[in-house]
């Protein structure tokens, strides 16, 4: 009989409040997913690439960890106090009848526990098929392939997730339980009365509006401008006026909702009475608007980050597979080209490579006074002409630090545009291409540049005239990352020879050949040849290299850390700011509940009562998540002037698109969890249409 009621309570608890219910089966998910990161196909990978980076990363799982669980510990306080108090009513029956407060405490831990396994039953096996199916996406994006691809279980992150989530679900529930089986009957058959607040003038509402208003806009204008950026204490007093500008605007925004009751005063059944209803939830639950509005916020700044980063992640084209160099050479003292193709050959490596190519890269050497050794003032005059735009100006200070550029050697650059199927450059004597790095500056500036090249601008090296001519060009000259040339110039072989006098890096490219990509993908192939290259002892501190797959994974780490933590915490906040939202809904409704009754002996039918709620429901949650979504495209761009930097000044647009996306996303999600509330809401309003017996 005892379980009989356990059972039948346990199971009208998760049907009456299934948004609750949800939202830990969400977190449940969540938890497994980050904690199993390690496991991931892509992780592993990467621990062999960048396994300094990855292991850094895993250390900052466990503070994500513990972060979160503080978090839903508040948010399965809020809800089981609500749930608890929903049934105050029904523990008082209980007593009446004879149940010990012994007894009870223990049905409602039965109770709690029964929801707490059937809530891990279900989200454990969904998140280690998401998890799966997240591997299996990232291992076929990112070029590994499927049929590499080993089902993985993290045992650990199962023990964590469950230990967690029952941890803090226990610890609630004790706290809430404990107070409630004290309670005497007497105030558990008691209605909880609606609390009162005290009204200040309405001035300072509005100046409360205004004032949350004008803080905001500092806060945002500080980190679009990147001042927040500069110095810590910058940005924690930009987060500073950012919070209470939100907790100020929504305080005063009893003015709005003032203004719009008296407006439609004679619009609508119960018109007044909803907005008196939205007035006084707006003035008593306006923190907690704003940190809903705030954890809102938060969630499309981490998923509009994550997709921005990935955006502009490296997609320059692939060409080279490898870069050999040695270190231990003195500059132009012998040829490491030489030197690498013997060293492959007497290891029975060659076969390994179609193509084996020198990259030499240098300095002006004829002369000892490198200040304005180079100069193009005929292009900064052109410059100067023009009329002031972000590109312009970007231009102008960029180019002023090109008076000491690298020069490339032209047959070596041309050898890589023949790979790649581009054209090959042809240069008189006395001309010269620009090399630019377009990671380190954005297309608009780079097309800009070759406008002006076509018209064939004059300019002066070590004194002499050199004519600038062709599109400014940006292929990888290298693997390695480590070496990024912001501006050079490529010149005939003869000019290079006599510029840098023979005193030269010389890198070795490489491109794989059929017999070491047949039948696999690249990076399996270029891991296959890593390990027959580290076999022959040959690298080490003298001769070194670098594979494309280890500037991939690089890549690589920098796009799974963001995707994964942002969207990972994106899911938290928004799972905890839509559930404390509407549990604090339906907490108010309750404790309103006679002016409910108090409609219904006037004649208000169901249908009447149900439009009302879910119009308060719609202002409620709306108000948060329209500050929040107007927020985000300032929050998204402020993020990107401090995190992209330069390349963000060039993506107005895209950020434009991905804050859009991420609002219609929002969206779709509080439609889901304003049809759960209204839904909850609906069942409770039926309850009031019974006659109620006064106690």
């Known amino acids: 009989m005892f ?17 609750f219910f949800s939202s830990l089966v969400i977190s449940i998910v969540a938890f497994y997913i980050i904690l199993s990161i390690s496991n991931q196909d892509v992780m592993v990978f990467l621990r062999k690439m960048e396994s300094d980076a990855v292991n850094r ?16 510990f508040c948010l399965i306080y809020f809800a089981c106090k609500y749930q608890l108090q929903r049934r105050r009513h029904e523990f008082g029956v209980y007593l009446m009848m004879g149940m010990s407060r012994s007894k009870l405490f223990s049905m409602l831990l039965a109770e709690d526990l029964l929801g707490s396994v059937l809530a891990l039953v279900i989200g454990l096996p969904v998140a280690v098929l998401i998890s799966e199916l997240i591997s299996l996406i990232t291992a076929k994006l990112v070029g590994m392939g499927i049929v590499g691809h080993r089902f993985s279980l993290s045992v650990s992150a199962l023990i964590f997730t469950v230990v967690g989530f029952l941890v803090i679900k226990l610890a609630a529930f004790l706290l809430l339980s404990g107070k409630i089986s004290r309670e005497e009957i007497g105030s558990l058959l008691g209605d909880t009365p609606s609390g009162t607040k005290k009204e200040k003038p309405g001035r300072v509402y509005v100046l409360a509006a205004v004032g949350g208003l004008l803080m905001l806009a500092a806060a945002y204008t500080l980190a679009i401008r990147g001042t927040a950026w500069q110095v810590p204490g910058m940005m924690f007093f930009t987060l500073l006026i950012g919070f209470f500008g939100t907790i100020f605007l929504f305080y005063g925004m009893r003015v709005l909702i003032v203004l719009i009751s008296r407006a439609g005063s004679a619009k609508g059944k119960l018109h007044v009475f909803n907005f008196r209803q939205i007035e006084e939830t707006v003035i008593h639950q306006s923190t907690t608007m704003a940190v809903s509005s705030l954890l809102i916020l938060a969630a ?46 007497e290891e029975g ?3 390994q490579f179609a193509k084996l190519f020198p990259m030499r890269i240098g300095h002006i050497r004829t002369t000892e006074e490198y200040e304005d050794v180079f100069q193009m003032k005929s292009v900064m005059d052109t410059l100067n002409a023009m009329p002031e735009s972000t590109d312009r100006d970007g231009l102008l200070n960029n180019l002023s630090y090109t008076d000491k550029p690298y020069i490339i050697c032209m047959s070596d650059y041309n050898e890589m545009l023949e790979l790649s199927g581009k054209p ?22 780079i097309q800009l540049l070759s406008d002006i090249f076509a018209t064939r601008p004059e300019a002066m090296l070590d004194g002499a005239p050199l004519t600038l001519t062709g599109e400014v060009q940006t292929a990888d000259i ?26 030269y890096d010389e890198y070795v490219n490489g491109v794989l050949g059929e017999k070491a990509t047949e039948g696999v993908s690249l990076m399996n192939a270029i891991s296959a040849v890593n390990d027959k290259l580290d076999a022959t002892g040959l690298f080490g501190d003298r001769l070194s290299y670098e594979s494309y797959l280890q500037n991939m994974g ?27 939202m509407g549990v604090q809904f339906l907490m108010s409704q309750r404790k309103t509940g006679r002016r409910y009754q108090t409609l219904v002996c006037l004649g208000a039918s169901y249908e009447t009562l149900c439009k009302s709620a879910r119009t308060q429901i719609n202002w409620f949650m ?6 929040a979504a107007a927020s985000s495209m300032f929050g998204v761009q402020s993020l990107y002037a401090g995190i992209l930097q330069a390349r963000g000044a060039g993506m107005r647009t895209k950020l434009l698109v991905v804050s859009a996306a991420m609002i219609l996303v929002l969206c779709v999600v509080e439609w889901i969890y304003m049809t759960a509330i209204k839904r909850s809401s609906d069942r409770y309003l039926l309850t009031l249409m019974q006659p109620q017996r006064e106690e």
């Open 622 to 627: 709306g108000l948060p998540v329209f500050v």
């Open 554 to 580: 690089r890549q690589l780490f920098y796009m799974v850390a963001a995707s994964y933590i942002t969207i990972y915490l994106a899911i938290i906040f928004l799972v905890v700011a839509n559930t404390i």
């Open 57 to 72: 990363l895993m250390l900052m799982i466990p503070v994500f960890y513990v972060l979160t669980l503080g978090i839903l």
């Open 300 to 345: 499309l700044c981490c998923f509009g980050a994550g997709v921005g980063i990935a955006s502009t992640s490296d997609k320059s084209e692939h060409i080279i597979d490898y870069t050999f160099v040695d270190y231990n050479l003195y500059e132009g003292e012998s040829s490491s080209f030489s030197d690498l193709q013997a060293a492959l050959e």
């Open 478 to 503: 290298v693997t390695d990352r480590s070496i990024t040339l912001s501006f050079a110039l490529i010149l005939p072989d003869e000019a290079f020879s006599y510029y840098t006098q023979g005193q």
């Open 3 to 19: 379980s009989d009621l356990i059972l039948r309570n346990s199971r009208r608890s998760r049907k009456e409040n299934g948004l």
């Open 424 to 445: 090959q450059l042809e240069l008189g004597a006395q001309e010269a291409a620009v090399y630019m790095n377009p990671e380190l500056t954005t297309m608009s500036r």
């Open 349 to 351: 490596l060659s076969d």
